[in-house]
């Protein structure tokens, strides 16, 4: 996401840095190709005009033409601007006591609506709530039963009226319904059109009024860019929005709906959908977008999303078997798994600072990922315990039934072999410790032998190492 932007906001603090000294003029100039960049990016021209001149004003105010590294100061006013631009934004839903807390989502046919309902009623349930999902979108063919899908997967009750075509009687019967079950969260899931038109907003606006809806939700296409604002906009003038979700948003390599929505309208995004599985939905913060789209990396997110596949227990159960050294080849087929769950590697690596330039004309093939899962796969217990039984009969028979070849296994169990030695050495070291670590082993060429591909060598090119590097590296 923001890929484009991030590239051009990249151009543009890249031209500012090494400069002993810069004028207003470098500043201005800074300016409209930052204004360039975001109406390219499809973000509203009022929005666009009026970011770059208080961009300008906290510039020139906060002397960037005085500082020797005008490049990082221009970051961080531009980061703060584009925090204010999208904020603030609260994305905790506020839970009325006694329940049923009640939800109405709305938004156009082919936004994403349905399934945005199965993704926030997945999330509440892990919020220690009890949710109901209201089949209420009574236009669009099979979606009930797209609905009723939605919920068998992520154990959630759909309420549905099949004996009736009127949206508001489903809808407030769906809310006793929900009373009489004792569901504490009820979500409506309305119809939606290829446009807006007047019999739209008079369904979705009698809806509102006959249940009197707690929080309502207009879910919007991301990659529509101003035209999803412009929606925004009307639906808000009759229902008086508490927030948008945006989908798609990890498709959208523009941003302008993400830019210029908060500014147009008034109303916070909320929520992201980043991926079509039902666990891919979280929460909108500005400082983290902010952060991604100036390639700043997205620390927190990444250590949520970790933290959903890993609880603490296995955790302390992995930094036992680093310390030990007994971290086997099955333990690193869980792990690989849990990684798989968390999204595509290049995904992940820009949430890492630094990483987003590096990164950005690298193909990382994802499908790697699978070609290792099969190749552990195919070996026995004892194998995947012990590695080093794997002889040259042992590594043909496992590239037979992984469909790779025996030099695929090789680097393999070489590079797990290096990965878990220096797991057991960094094993009880301190935070700083580890990073000097890491530092070295970087100095000596052997950063690259953690994820190998099936070439025999990494996916990371590995750095030019000195004579005099490897001299210390052979007396080590």
Do not use: W
Not at 384 to 405: E, H, L, N, Q
């Amino acid at each position: 996401m923001f890929d484009n932007l991030t590239e051009r906001f990249s151009d543009v603090f890249r031209n500012l840095r090494g400069r002993g000294k810069i004028t207003e003029e470098n500043v201005a100039e800074s300016m409209r190709a930052v204004r360039t960049a975001l109406l390219e990016a499809d973000v509203n021209i009022e929005v666009a005009t009026e970011f770059c001149k208080e961009v300008t004003e906290k510039a020139i105010g906060a002397e960037v033409l005085k500082t020797l590294k005008p490049d990082q100061v221009m970051v961080k006013i531009v980061h703060d601007e584009l925090v204010r631009l999208m904020g603030p934004v609260d994305p905790r839903i506020p839970y009325v006591t006694p329940g049923p807390t009640i939800i109405l989502m709305a938004g156009l046919q082919g936004s994403g609506k349905t399934t945005t309902c199965g993704k926030l009623a997945r999330m509440i349930l892990g919020n220690a709530k009890r949710p109901l999902l209201v089949a209420a979108d009574l236009k669009r063919p099979a979606a009930i039963d797209q609905l009723e899908v939605i919920g068998g997967q992520i154990g959630v009750p759909v309420y549905v009226d099949r004996s009736t075509q009127n949206p508001v009687k489903v809808c407030r019967n769906g809310v006793k319904e929900a009373k009489k079950t004792d569901r504490d969260v009820v979500i409506l899931d309305t119809a939606g059109r290829l446009a807006i038109d007047d019999e739209l907003m008079d369904e979705v606006a009698k809806i509102a009024s006959a249940t009197t809806p707690h929080q309502i939700f207009l879910v919007l296409d991301a990659m529509t860019g101003q035209d999803a604002v412009a929606t925004a906009k009307v639906f808000n003038q009759r229902l008086e929005l508490d927030g948008l979700i945006l989908t798609k948003f990890d498709s959208d390599t523009r941003g302008g709906a993400a830019l210029s929505a908060k500014r147009i309208t008034g109303k916070p995004i909320k929520f992201v959908g980043v991926g079509e599985k039902l666990e891919n939905i979280e929460a909108f913060h500005p400082d983290r977008v902010a952060g991604r789209i100036l390639g700043m990396g997205d620390v927190l997110s990444l250590v949520e999303q970790a933290q959903e596949q890993f609880d603490a227990k296995e955790a302390a159960e992995l930094e036992k078997k680093m310390a030990t050294g007994d971290f086997s080849l099955d333990d690193f087929l869980g792990h690989l798994r849990k990684m798989k769950k968390m999204g595509s590697m290049k995904d992940l690596l820009k949430k890492v600072p630094g990483m987003s330039d590096q990164i950005k004309d690298m193909d990382i093939d994802d499908g790697e990922l699978v070609r290792m899962e099969a190749v552990v796969l195919s070996m026995t217990k004892r194998e995947r315990k012990d590695p080093s039984v794997i002889d040259a009969s042992r590594r043909r028979r496992i590239a037979r039934g992984a469909g790779a070849d025996p030099k695929d296994v090789s680097g393999l169990v070489k590079s797990f072999g290096e990965m878990r030695a220096a797991m057991k050495a960094m094993a009880g070291m301190s935070l700083m410790q580890r990073m000097r670590f890491g530092s070295q082993l970087s100095k000596m060429g052997m950063d690259g032998g953690m994820m190998p591909n099936f070439k025999g060598k990494s996916t990371v090119s590995r750095r030019t190492v000195s004579k005099k590097d490897r001299r210390k590296k052979r007396k080590r």
